[in-house]
């Protein structure tokens, strides 16, 4: 029966896993798993780990994949495609795919402010300011803190200013802030 099967199998792996300290034999054993039942999530699950653990990172991600495919929840799906664009980010130096992924969280949740921190660092990078412009103007609608609204809106200032040589609307930017804060020293 393939319960039974699945179940030998996921014991297997846990063997080659935890005693016999394996993790490859064990990865092995888990996709088999998926070959007996594809949207097993804990055979996906103990995949994931184990290709984190061993710094697999390619493979890390078709696990990730995998798991995207079968897993409904959005915030649960939300919170995998962040964990994905880490991977892209800090492991793979893959900055586009990276902002590709948190682009997909945005999909899922557009008040997502983790993925928009990312994204602002990443497009930052990249020197993409017109793609910078967008994410500051949502950080700053959705700063739950009014001085950190003024700071973003003075880097929105900035950047009109410096990068998108647009005098008059970084003036507008800039005499805003002031209106909200007048002793605001940078501005």
């Known amino acids: 029966e393939p319960d039974e ?5 996921f014991r297997a792996g846990q063997l080659y896993e935890d005693v016999l ?3 490859e034999a064990a990865i092995d054993v888990y996709k088999r798993v998926l070959r007996v039942e594809a949207e097993d999530v804990g055979a996906l699950d ?3 780990q ?3 653990r061993l710094g697999q990172w390619e493979r890390l991600l078709e696990a990730y994949g995998q ?21 892209y980010e800090s492991q793979l130096s893959q900055p586009e795919k990276a902002i590709e992924t948190y682009q997909r969280v945005l999909d899922l949740d557009p008040e997502d402010l983790t ?10 990078g990249a020197g993409k300011s017109d793609e910078l412009l967008s994410i500051l103007e949502r950080e700053a609608e959705l ?6 609204a003024i700071d973003l809106r003075y880097r929105i200032g900035e950047l009109y200013e410096q990068k998108l040589n647009d005098a008059y609307r970084a003036v507008e930017t800039y005499r805003d802030i002031l209106d909200h804060v007048p002793d605001h020293a940078a501005t």
């Open 115 to 124: 993925a928009l921190g990312r994204l602002d660092a990443l497009y930052l």
């Open 5 to 9: 099967k699945r179940d030998y199998l």
């Open 21 to 23: 300290d394996l993790p």
């Open 67 to 87: 798991k995207a495919d079968v897993i409904a929840d959005p915030d649960e799906k939300k919170a995998l495609y962040a964990h994905v664009g880490s991977v």
């Open 50 to 52: 184990l290709h984190s």
């Open 46 to 48: 103990k995949l994931i």
């Open 143 to 148: 700063a739950g803190d009014p001085l950190a």
